[in-house]
Nanobody, 127 residues
Framework: QVRLVESGGGLVQPGESLRLSCKAS????????IGWWRQAPGRDREGVTC????????YDLETVKGRFTISRDNAKNEVYLQMNDLNPDDTATYYC????????????????????WGQGTQVTVSS
């Protein structure tokens, strides 16, 4: 069964950090681009960052540049999202997703490109 499972969410205070993990099973993640998306209550789903399969290029939402870093460990079939200097606007359910057709370029603006989605992990930033 093809699955993505996110973990690492939680409740943190503004300025703190979290590291999310996305574990794949049932397929080899190394041939897929992986994106992190988020959705806050009452808001549309938003692409946060993605990493390509061929060369590890990354693309970030402007508001997370310099704070969030995506990385991948193909040997472990996992992708990570390091989130630093979190603020309340980052509060959302975070999802990872896999795009099989993005070797040298990935998108954070077209969720339809992503064929496999995880169930999400909640991140809450509050004082």
């Amino acid at each position: 069964q093809v699955r993505l499972v996110e973990s690492g969410g939680g409740l943190v205070q503004p300025g703190e950090s979290l590291r999310l993990s996305c574990k794949a099973s049932g397929f080899n993640m190394d041939t897929y681009a992986i994106g992190w998306w988020r959705q806050a209550p009452g808001r549309d789903r938003e692409g946060v960052t993605c990493i390509t399969s061929a060369d590890g290029s990354t693309y970030d939402l402007e508001t997370v540049k310099g704070r969030f870093t995506i990385s991948r460990d193909n040997a472990k079939n996992e992708v990570y999202l390091q989130m630093n200097d979190l603020n309340p606007d980052d509060t959302a359910t975070y999802y990872c997703a896999a795009d099989p057709d993005a070797r040298y370029y990935c998108t954070i603006y077209a969720p339809a490109h992503y064929h496999v989605w995880g169930q999400g992990t909640q991140v809450t930033v509050s004082s």
